[in-house]
């Protein structure tokens, strides 16, 4: 099988140095070996097809899906190049044009994007095929006519029409079969929000990332939408948690920060004598008068009054030695008057 050998620019043209073909209608007599470019050998492409398209044929053939692994059939990729034959169905037409595209799809290998090369035309010429002679001739039109016919019947039986003999808007929703419609056949942007029946966009039909802020209705979040533990700290506003937002018994003593309660978060009365630690209550915590003699144990509330009296008894005891003391020195003095007074009336 003769090679040729086609290459793929940078910018996605087909050139070749000898476009000749072979002969209309050969059986796989050459094949492609088309080098494709950088962006085809990529990790976008996930693979390939190579059209063919007849002049006055009016339909493009296209080729199995060509992937760059695993590939068993004649028409394969390896090391940046496709292998292509040139099937007799397809090289029914002197000049036939090819064209390679590249497929990108998604991880449910829907198509994301086709990338197209150039057109490049390659030119066959006529030849004996079976017991039919199809030499140079000045009515060659009417011999590839005639070509065309044999091929369209043989080949392809359900072809009816080409593009350019349908009338515009003449294919009625009637016309498709169900399932007919394919990712390839549809234009970019063509699938409108009122196309979408209820329901249709389902999780997986979504890409990750792709429902912003924007998308998503007021209010249209609601509690069973949102993961166990996925709403963080930062995600909650300031001064947005109030008393209603809190369970019964959630704020936890590991929860309040040091010094944060104040005099006036206690309630009157509330500070019972369980929540007093052991001698905390100094002396300067206690107002005036405010210890009564019924808040004191009977114990100490008797020992507190023989301190007083004992008190008081040496208190009394001090002033009857010192009234003692002061009759004595009374009577002293009296006395000594007397004698003094006896003394003078004797010596007279």
């Known amino acids: 099988m003769e090679n040729i050998l086609i290459t793929m620019t940078d910018d996605g043209k087909l050139s070749c140095d000898d476009a000749n073909g072979g002969y209309i209608e050969e059986v796989k007599a050459r094949q492609l070996v088309i080098t494709v470019n950088s962006l085809f050998q990529s990790d976008i492409i996930t693979y390939f097809t190579v059209s063919f398209e007849p002049k006055g044929f009016g339909k493009k053939i296209v080729s199995d899906n060509i992937y760059k692994q695993g590939q068993t059939s004649e028409i394969y990729y390896s090391d940046g190049k496709i292998y292509c034959p040139i099937y007799d169905y397809v090289s029914v037409s002197p000049k036939v044009k090819i064209q390679v595209d590249g497929y990108e799809t998604d991880e449910n290998d829907d198509i994301c994007a086709i990338y197209k090369s150039g057109l490049m035309e390659l030119t066959f010429s006529e030849s004996i095929v079976g017991d039919k002679i199809f030499p140079e001739t000045e009515n060659a039109d009417l011999k590839l006519s005639e070509k065309i016919k044999e091929k369209i019947s043989e080949e392809l039986a359900s072809f009816v029409a080409g593009t350019s003999n349908i009338a515009d808007s003449a294919i009625t929703n009637s016309k498709i079969a169900d399932l007919a419609v394919r990712t390839n056949h549809i234009n970019y942007y063509s699938v409108t929000p009122d196309k979408l029946s209820t329901g249709a966009v389902t999780t997986p039909k979504i890409v990750d990332g792709a429902v912003t802020t924007v998308k998503m209705a007021d209010n249209a979040i ?16 300031t001064e947005t948690i109030t008393d209603n ?18 005099t ?19 002396t300067a915590k206690l107002a005036n008068s405010s210890v009564t003699p ?14 007083t009296l004992s008190t008081s008894v040496s208190e009394n005891t001090q002033d009857i030695q010192t009234l003692r003391d002061s009759f004595q020195s009374y009577l002293t003095t009296i006395e000594t008057q007397l004698v003094n007074q006896v ?5 007279s």
């Open 264 to 282: 006036a978060k206690i309630a009157d009365a509330n500070i019972t004598t369980a929540k007093i630690k052991d001698l905390a209550v100094t």
């Open 222 to 237: 609601t509690t069973d939408k949102i993961t166990n533990r996925s709403v963080t700290t930062k995600k909650i506003a």
């Open 294 to 307: 019924e808040k004191l144990q009977e114990k100490y509330a008797l020992q507190s009054n023989l301190e």
């Open 343 to 347: 003394g003078g009336i004797v010596g």
């Open 245 to 262: 937002e809190l369970a019964a018994g959630s704020v936890t003593a590991s929860k309040i920060a040091n010094g944060v309660v104040l």
